[in-house]
């Protein structure tokens, strides 16, 4: 009864370097979403896709790149870090788009840029 | 846009004591309201959630919420705090004029419960 899986929970970085952060779900679920959390903000959100083959941006996406490589898998990547980039990231998904569905959310990835 | 306030950003309190923790939300058109709870090194988890209808919402391990709309507010409460009760509460609202289905979450209050 995985839910909803993110790798690598921990990762620390150089500013410059790329990294991609993997999450993938096993609910069926159409949308998903990437979030980052930093302390006394809650969580905001980075880029979102309502179905297989969208992607849309939302609160906070420069800096960032998505890809949903298939209904279960929607990855983030940073292609050059920076320190203002460590936070932690919380994929999340939804069934479907509407506005009453319960948000399934993964355990989280700390990343730090230095 | 909407936006959401946690007016307490740490809430200390006894076990076994009552609690409340206060959010309030920006717009005052129709809006789907949530609470999360996000126990240590762990995702958020559903708690309650306000969609329609009686305005006290009763969610998992004995949190009610009530809803307000003329104060646009979703006060999380608590009867009897336990010591599993520390973690950290966020409320969240979903505007149904926003695309995407997207979440705007309150900054997070810190539950802790001492013995």
């Known amino acids: 009864n995985a839910g909803v899986t993110q790798t690598p929970k921990f990762q620390v970085l150089k500013t410059g370097q790329s990294m991609t952060l993997q999450c993938a779900q096993d609910?069926?679920?159409?949308?998903m979403y990437w979030y980052r959390q930093d302390p006394g903000m809650g969580l905001r959100l980075i880029y979102y896709?309502?179905?297989?083959?969208?992607?849309d941006k939302g609160e906070v996406p420069n800096g960032y790149n998505v890809s949903r490589l298939n209904k279960r898998e929607f990855s983030l990547r940073l292609e050059s870090a920076a320190p203002s980039q460590t936070s932690v990231y919380f994929c999340?998904?939804?069934?479907?788009?509407?506005?009453?569905?319960?948000?399934?959310f993964g355990q989280g990835t700390r990343l730090t840029v230095v | 846009a909407q936006s959401v306030t946690q007016l307490d950003s740490q809430v200390p309190v006894f076990e076994e004591a009552p609690v409340e923790l206060r959010c309030n939300y920006s717009s005052s058109v129709s809006v789907y309201l949530f609470w999360y709870v996000q126990y240590p090194n762990q995702g958020l988890q559903l708690l309650l959630k306000y969609l329609s209808g009686s305005t006290l919402v009763k969610g998992i391990n004995g949190f009610e919420a009530e809803f307000n709309k003329s104060q646009t507010s979703f006060h999380l409460r608590k009867p009897s705090v336990h010591i599993s009760d520390t973690a950290e509460y966020f409320c969240a609202v979903s505007d149904p004029g926003n695309a995407g289905n997207m979440l705007t979450f309150g900054g997070g209050t810190r539950l802790m419960v001492k013995p």
């Open positions: 999340a998904s939804t069934r479907d788009r509407a506005m009453n569905t319960e948000a399934f």
């Open positions: 896709s309502a179905s297989e083959g969208t992607t």
């Open positions: 609910m069926n679920h159409n949308s």
